[in-house]
T-cell receptor
């Protein structure tokens, strides 16, 4: 099946620094990628929809200046958490959809961010 | 009340048992996903359904659109099946494909 990778799988950073997380579709072109966040013992929540070559669409309550999304190519989307704070510590997961407008999504393995 | 309810929340089974996890939802949907999340957090897509039944190895997923209900079955369960199983639905007219509504998950532990 299709594979989506994320890098890094985990990261620890100091408060105030920025962290970049990469999401790659390894064997298909993804015109649309999605970024989710999961707090401990809670459900995944959609943060934003990333479209190749255009600005991301953010869900209500998600600060676009804090969570910068860049979808520079059909196989790569990046999420940068700027000026990270301990409350940003979470599990960040991306998914990707192949072209064709279907509901198919392939999920990445996730990135665990811990901000000290 | 959550729009996606899963039952049970926790399930402990002996190796070899047949397992059923249920998902009920209250909105019209275009698709339903079953996901598996391992203790380390990584998520694997198991199935995407819009009708009927799908089978992959020891896993079977069914959906009844009229009753707004889906089940995930695991036959001949094994300790490596231990994980959290998550049901997620894409509501009709829900805009972005990623705008899924997730259940809270069912934590399955299979004992040897």
């Amino acid at each position: 099946g299709a594979v989506v990778s994320q890098h890094p799988s985990w990261v620890i950073c100091k408060s105030g620094t920025s962290v970049k997380i990469e999401c790659r579709s390894l064997d298909f072109q993804a015109t649309t990628m999605f970024w989710y966040r999961q707090f401990p013992k809670q459900s995944l929540m959609l943060m934003a929809t990333s479209n190749e070559g255009s600005k991301a669409t953010y869900e209500q309550g998600v600060e676009k200046d804090k969570f910068l999304i860049n979808h520079a190519s059909l196989t790569l989307s990046t999420l940068t958490v700027t000026s990270a704070h301990p409350e940003d510590s979470s599990f960040y997961i991306c998914s990707a959809s192949p072209p064709g407008g279907t509901d198919t999504q392939y999920f990445g393995p996730g990135t665990r961010l811990t901000v000290l | 009340k959550n729009e996606v309810e899963q039952s049970p929340q926790n399930l402990t089974a002996q190796e070899g048992e047949f397992i059923t996890i249920n998902c009920s939802y209250s909105v019209g949907i275009s698709a339903l996903h079953w996901l598996q999340q391992h203790p380390g957090g990584g998520i694997v897509s198991l199935f995407m359904l819009s009708s009927g039944k799908k089978k992959h190895g020891r896993l079977i997923a069914t959906i009844n659109i009229q009753e707004k209900h889906s089940s995930l079955h695991i036959t001949a369960s094994h300790p490596r099946d231990s994980a959290v199983y998550i049901c997620a639905v894409r509501p009709w007219g829900g805009g972005s494909q990623g705008n899924l509504i997730f259940g809270k998950g069912t934590k399955l532990s299979v004992k040897p």
